[in-house]
Structure formats: C-alpha cells, structure tokens
C-alpha cells in the first residue's frame, strides 16, 4: 500500500495543458500552502500581490 501513502505532504498545480505548473516542497517542512495560494493568486488575479 505505499503506493498511496500520504507522505510527504506535497502541493501540485497541474495546468489545462495537463503538465505540472508547480511542484511544492515536501512536508512537513517544506509544505507551505501560502506559496499555493501565492501562485493561484498571481497567476488568476490580475491585481493580486503575494501575501507577506
């Protein structure tokens, strides 16, 4: 069953073209949903700025 195990955490963002856009850091040190939504913002929302 490690095929599925849920470690380590990780984010994706996969495009509409079906390739990764990002790849997150493994958790849990290195898992930030911040950057997530960051990149989502940025990317979707013209007047956006990242969060500090």
């Given at each position: 069953?490690?095929?599925?195990?849920?470690?380590?955490?990780?984010?994706?963002?996969?495009?509409?073209?079906?390739?990764?856009?990002?790849?997150?850091?493994?958790?849990?040190?290195?898992?930030?949903?911040d950057e997530v939504e960051d990149?989502?913002?940025?990317?979707?929302?013209?007047?956006?700025?990242?969060?500090?």
């Amino acid at each position: 069953m490690d095929h599925y195990a849920g470690w380590p955490e990780r984010l994706f963002i996969i495009d509409d073209d079906g390739t990764i856009a990002y790849e997150g850091g493994q958790g849990p040190m290195d898992f930030d949903p911040d950057e997530v939504e960051d990149w989502l913002r940025l990317r979707y929302d013209r007047d956006a700025k990242p969060t500090e």
